[in-house]
């Protein structure tokens, strides 16, 4: 009779701990089921907030998954009769060792997550940080990158992104100063805008509303000059501007209005 108990007592110790297992093997993979389908129900507007959604969901996911093997490790464990509440208390004092040796990892996870959840800034928004400026083009939980125009990419970890300038969250104004020689007559200078206005309006590449001209900005030296602008999508205010000046420069030489230049005479004296 005393063989037969010792040997329940050893198929306890096997088969419980395979019982555990399981049912955290399936819990796991429930869970997880359940908060896949839970995201891919909504509607994805931006290619970045899929990216921010899936971010979220990849977190959420190890979370569940390191907790459930916690679970299970000490739900075997007490199986053994081990004293599972000498563990947590041991759990919590190398916890709290672990987080003071690594607060700035602390901190990146903490900033990465809240930057994730509040959308402060997007995959392909344009900010600048401590003077650099540039595309996000990464949001990680410890770490962001940003790449500016020339191709340089800035790594930075994420408690350190504050005073944060995103210049994608609004649109942009192209400002466009054309300088005008003083013989021209106003009326002539202002008949050649408006014409060209008319044309342009509505065909101006990532424009949001008509052009607008701000009149005389300026009496320089040798030249009047005059301010164009116009409202476009978030930063391609560049582009319209240098397009905005191709088509001033051609309408100006249709119309034979001189823009100035600056000119050296030389005088070879005998």
């Known amino acids: 009779m005393l063989n037969i108990f010792k040997f329940q007592i050893d198929i306890k110790l096997i088969i419980l701990p ?33 990216q921010r959604i899936d971010t979220l969901v990849g977190l959420i996911i190890n979370l569940i998954k390191y ?5 299970v490790i000490l739900a075997i464990l007490s199986v053994y009769g081990i004293n599972i509440k000498s563990i947590l208390a041991g759990l919590g004092i190398g916890t ?17 997550f809240s930057i994730i959840t509040e959308g402060e800034y997007e995959i392909g928004d344009t900010i600048e940080i401590d003077g650099f400026m540039g595309e996000v083009v990464f949001i990680g939980l410890r770490t962001t ?18 005073n944060i300038i995103n210049y994608s969250n609004n649109n942009s104004l192209a400002v466009v100063d054309v300088s005008i020689a003083y ?41 009047v000059v005059y ?3 116009v409202e476009t999508e978030p930063m391609k205010q560049f582009v319209v501007e240098r397009y905005l000046r191709k088509e001033i420069k051609k309408e100006f030489d249709q119309e034979n209005i001189k823009i100035p230049y600056q000119q050296i005479e030389v005088h070879n004296g005998k």
């Open 67 to 71: 907790l459930t093997v916690i679970l």
């Open 227 to 229: 301010r164009v602008v």
């Open 145 to 162: 990158r940003i790449r500016n125009f020339k191709g340089a990419t800035k790594i930075i970890a994420n408690h350190y992104m504050d």
């Open 183 to 223: 013989e021209c007559a106003e009326e002539k200078i202002e008949k050649a805008f408006e014409n060209l206005f008319k044309k342009l309006n509505g065909n101006v590449p990532f424009a949001k509303k008509d052009l607008e001209l701000w009149g005389v900005n300026e009496l320089a030296d040798s030249a």
């Open 96 to 112: 709290a060792i672990i987080g003071l040796a690594f607060q700035d990892l602390a901190k990146d996870l903490i900033a990465g």
């Open 18 to 50: 395979i019982i555990y297992i399981v049912i955290g093997v399936i819990a796991f993979k429930f869970l997880k089921r359940i908060i896949k389908r839970s995201t891919q129900r909504k509607t994805i507007l931006k290619a970045s907030q899929k």
